[in-house]
């Protein structure tokens, strides 16, 4: 598979991703969360072993479904 079809294909499920979270962010109904309430300010200490977990497995996420979309367009010999 060429290069190009795997960052077309990576940034079509990085894009798909935002507009499937997009709604639950954008709704009305129900209690309202402060989303700004769970980062921390100047001072505190940033749980820096929970951000790597959360990358690695984002990057997982990514890079496997960028390969099952990708394969889709694979050529069959």
Same mark, same amino acid.
Request: aromatic content about 6%; cysteine-free.
């Given at each position: 598979?060429? #290069? @190009?079809? @795997?960052?077309?294909?990576?940034?079509?499920? =990085?894009? !798909?991703?935002?507009?499937?979270? =997009?709604? =639950?962010? &954008?709704?009305?109904?129900?209690?309202?969360?402060?989303?700004? &309430?769970?980062?921390?300010? =100047?001072?505190?200490?940033?749980?820096?072993? !929970? #951000?790597?977990?959360?990358?690695?497995?984002?990057?997982?996420?990514?890079?496997?479904?960028?390969?099952?979309?990708?394969?889709?367009?694979?050529?069959?010999?």
């Amino acid at each position: 598979m060429k #290069i @190009r079809t @795997r960052i077309a294909t990576a940034v079509t499920v =990085a894009l !798909a991703t935002v507009f499937i979270g =997009a709604p =639950a962010f &954008a709704s009305e109904e129900g209690e309202r969360i402060d989303t700004l &309430a769970e980062f921390s300010s =100047a001072g505190q200490p940033v749980d820096v072993l !929970a #951000i790597s977990i959360v990358g690695i497995v984002l990057l997982a996420v990514v890079l496997i479904g960028s390969t099952l979309v990708g394969n889709l367009f694979e050529k069959k010999n």
